[in-house]
């Protein structure tokens, strides 16, 4: 059964503090890897695609990189501002739709 | 604004009565799908719509539910007999569905609490 998996589920740094975020997916034919980002209440904000291994991708204070198990996403220097709920999603081949299947997310906190 | 809207945005119901959510993709979006969130969880499919087709519907879709998009434009998404495990975010998220790629882009959601 395809699966998708986030490590931590929390995670506390101080301002400046870099980290990353770790995804673990188990899909039958991976067509792509999704990042979003989510607040409080509301939907989820598209971020970051990868299609294949050893693609990377950045945005700010942010960089996606993807293996063929795993992806992280690296957050440099965080800022306040950075603080949300980061969601992993994986893409499978094959079916008739391309749902997303979702980890349940990292609750990140960046304090001042 | 030209992103995916949804209404309403909160929706309290007793149990027992029907409720019905509406989405509107973004504009000449083909694909729609709609998702349920609940509180430390991600999303999970529900239905997904190719124009006006309903293509596939998850087995947490209940013969309480049904979503229908006419005309390939906006959707609706209804819930009969509603009960207190309906409880959650509905989430729905647009496309432009290409072969070599494809972004979903969410709406800001509908919170559901029935009591």
């Known amino acids: 059964e395809d699966q998708v998996t986030q490590s931590p589920e929390a995670l506390r740094l101080q301002e400046g503090e870099s980290s990353s975020l770790n995804c673990s997916y188990t899909v039958s034919g991976l067509r792509g890897l999704f990042w979003y980002r989510q607040d409080p209440g509301k939907g989820p904000e598209f971020l970051f695609t990868l299609y294949s291994a050893g693609e990377e991708k950045e945005k700010e204070r942010l960089k996606a990189t993807l293996t063929k198990k795993e992806s992280f996403l690296h957050i440099t220097a965080p800022k306040p501002e950075d603080s949300a709920t980061y969601l992993c999603a994986a893409q499978a081949y094959g079916g008739a739709t391309n749902k997303l299947i979702f980890g349940t997310g990292t609750l990140l906190a960046v304090q001042p | 604004d030209t992103g995916v809207s949804q209404d309403p945005r909160h929706k309290i119901t007793k149990r027992g009565q029907n409720v019905t959510f509406r989405c509107d993709p973004i504009s000449e979006h083909n694909r729609l799908y709609w998702y349920r969130q609940t509180l430390g969880q991600g999303p999970e499919f529900l239905t997904y719509?190719?124009?006006?087709?309903?293509?596939?519907k998850s087995r947490l879709l209940s013969d309480r539910f049904s979503a229908e998009r006419p005309k390939g434009s906006f959707s609706t998404l209804e819930i009969q007999r509603t009960e207190q495990g309906d409880s959650a975010m509905y989430l729905c998220?647009?496309?432009?569905?290409?072969?070599?790629?494809?972004?979903?882009?969410f709406g800001p959601g509908t919170r559901l609490l029935v009591l």
């Open positions: 719509f190719q124009n006006e087709a309903q293509l596939e």
């Open positions: 998220a647009s496309s432009l569905g290409e072969w070599y790629q494809e972004t979903q882009y």
